[in-house]
């Protein structure tokens, strides 16, 4: 069993955000694009290595709150129709869509300029592979 397997499951009111299963086949469509096709541009491969361990001392949401802020915010504020991600509750709601959607490098997407390096990618990636702690 893993980490996400124990998280509760909150249900996300249906408003002008897409609906869950879109995002989810969104999501698998983008990973399976991307590993097809070597990426959305073409000119650098996503190389982010998936974590398979939890750092010590863990991650906390304070930790990657600032990456969060600067990089996705822009889009995801909550005034926008994408589903925002401005507090721990937003963030740890879509624990199970963000991680195929920055690991292939699909968010921030690329045409946004939105830059953000492999390490913030990865600071992600495994603070919420641990259990994304608030």
């Given at each position: 069993?893993?980490?996400?397997?124990?998280?509760p499951r909150?249900e996300v009111?249906?408003?002008?955000?897409?609906?869950?299963?879109?995002?989810?086949?969104?999501?698998?469509?983008?990973?399976?694009?991307?590993?097809?096709?070597?990426?959305?541009?073409?000119?650098?491969?996503c190389n982010?290595?998936?974590?398979?361990?939890?750092?010590?001392?863990?991650?906390?949401?304070?930790?990657?709150?600032?990456?969060?802020?600067?990089?996705?915010?822009?889009?995801?504020?909550?005034?926008?129709?994408?589903?925002?991600?401005?507090?721990?509750?937003?963030?740890?709601?879509?624990?199970?869509?963000?991680?195929?959607?920055?690991?292939?490098?699909?968010?921030?997407?690329?045409?946004?300029?939105?830059?953000?390096?492999?390490?913030?990618?990865?600071?992600?990636?495994?603070?919420?592979?641990?259990?994304?702690?608030?």
């Open positions: 069993m893993t980490t996400f397997d124990r998280q909150r009111p249906r408003r002008r955000f897409l609906s869950r299963t879109a995002l989810r086949s969104s999501a698998v469509a983008a990973a399976c694009w991307a590993f097809a096709c070597g990426g959305s541009s073409g000119a650098t491969p982010v290595a998936l974590p398979t361990s939890c750092p010590q001392p863990a991650l906390h949401y304070r930790d990657v709150k600032p990456i969060i802020d600067q990089r996705c915010t822009t889009c995801h504020s909550g005034l926008t129709e994408q589903w925002p991600l401005t507090d721990y509750k937003h963030v740890s709601d879509w624990f199970d869509i963000i991680p195929p959607m920055v690991s292939t490098c699909q968010m921030p997407p690329p045409d946004a300029s939105v830059p953000i390096t492999i390490e913030e990618r990865t600071k992600i990636l495994t603070w919420l592979h641990c259990g994304f702690p608030e």
